[in-house]
């Protein structure tokens, strides 16, 4: 059983910041690709940013220069930094992860997801 556990949401004023982090565990050999997605309020979910297992990054126009991927492989944890959050900002952030495990096909993983809040 592969797990992704999420923690680091809550409120937070307009301009403030947050970290996100989100730690695999189970039984698998590898984490490829590895992101945080969002879903604000009515609408449907979306790419934040992803990072490779190289370490290569990808974000959403929206966040670029405000926010930071990273991940730490010997942990199998991928963090997003949030900066100069903004209302709009608001959702519930998914962490995700392509895990792969011997003789089985690759998962796509999620946590269950944790709740962001950005008040003006």
């Known amino acids: 059983q592969v797990q992704l556990v999420e923690s680091g949401g809550g409120l937070v004023q307009a301009g403030g910041s947050l970290r996100l982090a989100c730690a695999a565990s189970?039984?698998?050999?590898?984490?490829?690709?590895m992101g945080w997605y969002r879903q604000p309020p009515g609408k449907q979910r979306e790419l934040v940013a992803a990072?490779?297992?190289?370490?290569?990054?990808n974000y959403a126009d929206s966040v670029r220069g405000r926010f930071t991927i990273s991940r730490d492989n010997a942990k199998n944890a991928v963090y997003l930094r949030m900066n100069s959050l903004k209302p709009e900002d608001t959702a519930v952030y998914y962490c995700?992860?392509?895990?792969?495990?011997?003789?089985?096909?690759?998962?796509?993983?999620w946590g269950q997801g944790t709740l962001v809040t950005v008040s003006s």
């Open positions: 995700n992860a392509d895990i792969r495990r011997l003789l089985e096909r690759p998962l796509d993983a």
């Open positions: 189970g039984s698998f050999f590898m984490i490829n690709d």
């Open positions: 990072v490779t297992s190289g370490g290569s990054t």
